[in-house]
């Protein structure tokens, strides 16, 4: 009955045991790839700035989003930056 009411919020469970309300997986990946589209690269504070919400659930949805193959990141000396996962759509081929 609850999940006819807010049919676009659910309850996930984070590696870090946090069990935030929020949207559903595929579509806040949706939203990091549109961000990443327009940017070309988010840190977690840019999605911190972006989606209104802390720390932990922007750097739990970035992880998560890689862990699908949605996003790569690359981390160097001035943090992580995550970047859309181009390798998903390479397409290789020997002539």
């Known amino acids: 009955?609850?999940?006819?009411?807010?049919?676009?919020?659910?309850?996930?469970?984070?590696?870090?045991?946090i069990i935030p309300a929020e949207y559903n997986d595929a579509?806040?990946?949706?939203?990091?790839?549109?961000?990443?589209?327009?940017?070309?690269?988010?840190?977690a504070l840019d999605l911190v700035k972006?989606?209104?919400?802390?720390i932990l659930i922007a750097k739990e949805q970035l992880a998560?989003?890689?862990?699908?193959g949605a996003i790569c990141r690359d981390e160097t000396l001035e943090g992580i930056r995550y970047f859309d996962n181009v390798i998903k759509t390479f397409k290789f081929s020997l002539k």
């Open 1 to 17: 009955m609850f999940a006819d009411v807010i049919f676009c919020l659910a309850l996930n469970h984070y590696f870090s045991k």
């Open 27 to 43: 579509a806040t990946e949706k939203r990091i790839l549109k961000y990443i589209g327009e940017k070309g690269s988010v840190t």
């Open 50 to 54: 972006l989606d209104h919400v802390s």
């Open 64 to 68: 998560t989003a890689e862990q699908s």
